[in-house]
């Protein structure tokens, strides 16, 4: 999976850092800077975890995965709640945040489902993780560009 966000929050750390100054530009860039480190880990975590997805694994393989995809997905909103946004964009980095926690709250709707699951509802559990997994990536692109709209003023 890849995460198009972190370039839309490269190319506004760059449009801020030459058409801004002050205060306010710093403040800018080092939110950029900071969203886009736990992005990128978040990314690199999830691609790892990704790849052990397949589709003959068993129930304790299954559950292992969305157990990682669970902790990814919640060291990301933890670093996300630990940013400090600047005041132009609190609204939009909520959104962000809480895009992250719904899709942790779709992992473990799925982790429930798990239990007592036949392999072909573990395959359809899976299949719904997967789409699962592109729409929060729509929805975190969604997320980024309205902060970058935001603070580009």
Known sequence: MKFRPLALLALLLLTLASGGCGDDTEAANAYVEQVQSAQRGFADSFRDVRQRLAPTSTLKQDRETLGEFSGAAQRF????????PPEAVRDEHGRLVAV???YKASIEA???????ATPEERAAVRSELSSSVQDTQDSIGAAIGAINNALRG
């Open 77 to 84: 909103a933890d670093q996300l709640g630990a940013i400090t």
């Open 100 to 102: 992250v926690g719904e």
């Open 110 to 116: 799925a982790e429930e489902r798990l239990d007592g």
